[in-house]
């Protein structure tokens, strides 16, 4: 009977460790890309949280979580505030549906990141290509926000996407795709659920393979941690 008991004792033993080892190797690359992004939304003085959401809404869209780790390490980095961190996703995120045949999240905002952080000397990439597909003339953009502040430039962005529409494209293909969009939503939610247990388990679970067995009580030694 004990020794059923201890084998008992001894599968589930296994059975916690090999679901913790998972959560940890399954969610090694995902608590990175929120590692960069934390560092650089508190650069930027925008709440994780709320970085946290737009990246959730962007990869329902985009399913590549790298991609969208970069579509917002540069628009944070554009400077694009808190307040307006909804409508700047919603409006790049419209221009790439309407254009997913050439353009990106991640690369519209690199361009648009480019634009603004060298005061309008650099207007390629694919917001460029964007918005000459848009019907904008290019020397007229630059000679239009000639002398704008950042802040204008911010503004000038998310004014001309909504203006075209892009912000509502957004919307309407997230109605339009509703079931996939939930999924993904609850996908994320478990990951980043999984995500906090490989966390907090990581350091605690090495710490032990490093002690080594002597450091493991018998029951657990022949688990294979």
């Known amino acids: 009977m004990k020794g059923a008991i201890s084998s008992l004792i001894a599968d589930g033993i296994r059975s916690l460790i090999s679901g913790i080892g998972t959560a940890i190797e399954d969610t090694r690359e995902f608590r990175k890309e929120m590692s960069l992004l934390k560092e650089v939304a508190d650069e930027n003085s925008v709440s994780f949280d709320k970085t946290k959401d737009a990246y959730q809404k962007l990869l329902a869209t985009r399913g590549d979580e790298g991609a969208v780790t970069e579509t917002l390490n540069n628009l944070l980095t554009a400077g694009f ?28 905002a690199d361009s648009i990141q480019e634009w603004i952080g060298s005061n309008g000397e650099s207007l390629s990439g694919n917001f460029a290509e964007a ?33 075209e529409g892009l912000v509502e494209l957004s919307d309407e293909y997230r109605k339009n795709n509703a079931d996939a969009i939930a999924l993904s939503d609850a996908q994320f939610r478990v990951t980043d659920a999984m995500a906090k247990i490989g966390e907090k388990a990581e350091p605690v679970l090495t710490a032990v393979k490093d002690a080594g067995p002597n450091a493991c009580p018998p029951m657990v030694i022949g688990v294979g941690i």
């Open 81 to 108: 505030s808190e307040k307006n961190l909804d409508l700047i996703t919603s409006g790049v995120e419209g221009l790439a549906i309407r254009f997913k045949d050439t353009l990106s999240q991640e690369g519209i």
């Open 131 to 163: 918005l000459e597909r848009l019907g904008y003339n290019l020397d007229d953009v630059k000679e239009k926000t000639k002398g704008m502040t950042k802040e204008q430039r911010q503004n000038w962005v998310m004014s001309t996407l909504s203006k």
